[in-house]
């Protein structure tokens, strides 16, 4: 079933076409374990307020296993799939939806390489991460996965629609 979303949100095609206005998309990051424990929580938010992105989605959750395996379903059968869930459950994570043209791509940009050792400086992975199994962030890699992933995470009531007033000075 599609989520209900804003009508300004592109949802790949469906409903977009009735709109003359630029899409949105919107993507799911979340803030793992390992950065809430660490106190990189007001870093990570400010980089992706200062670059432009609207949140529309935040809360901290102590994650069951069952949504821990259902989010990263796709890696079952990996060799590293009990470590990453048991990593997951094991404090609190921040969970969040940002909006913004592009910010699916970008945030993952932003985010930098699955391997901390190989992410740029500057990215959020290259500036505060050593390990592959302590990455600090989750962001949704494609906008299927991001549609997905907000409706996994978020119920339709938790997500609030509204326009920065900054948005006349970021987008032309
Ligand atoms: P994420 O889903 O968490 O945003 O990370 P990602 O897209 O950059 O990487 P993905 O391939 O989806 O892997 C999910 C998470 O699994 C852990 N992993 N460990 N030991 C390993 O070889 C290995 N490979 C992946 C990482 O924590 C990665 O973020
Ligand atoms: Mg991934």
Do not use: C
Not at 71 to 76: A, E, L, N, P
Not at 113 to 120: G, H, R, S, V
């Amino acid at each position: 079933m599609v989520p209900k979303v804003p009508e300004h949100v592109n949802l790949n095609g469906v409903g977009f076409d009735q709109f003359e206005e630029k899409s949105l998309e919107r993507t799911f990051l979340a803030i793992k374990p390992d950065g809430v424990q660490r106190g990189l929580v007001g870093e990570i938010i400010s980089r992706f307020e200062a670059k432009g992105f609207a949140l529309v989605g935040l809360k901290l959750v102590q994650v069951s296993r069952e949504l821990a395996e259902s989010h990263y379903d796709v890696h079952r059968e990996r060799p590293f799939f009990a470590d990453l869930v048991n990593f997951i459950i094991s404090g609190p994570l921040l969970a969040m939806v940002w909006e913004g043209d592009g910010v699916i791509a970008s945030a993952r940009k932003m985010i930098g390489a699955t391997n901390p050792l190989n992410a740029e400086p500057g990215t959020i992975r290259g500036d505060f991460a050593v390990s592959i199994g302590r990455n600090i962030i989750h962001g949704s890699d494609a906008p299927e996965t991001a549609q997905k992933e907000i409706s996994l995470w978020f119920k339709d009531e938790e997500l609030v629609s509204w326009e920065s007033t900054a948005k006349a000075w970021l987008v032309e």
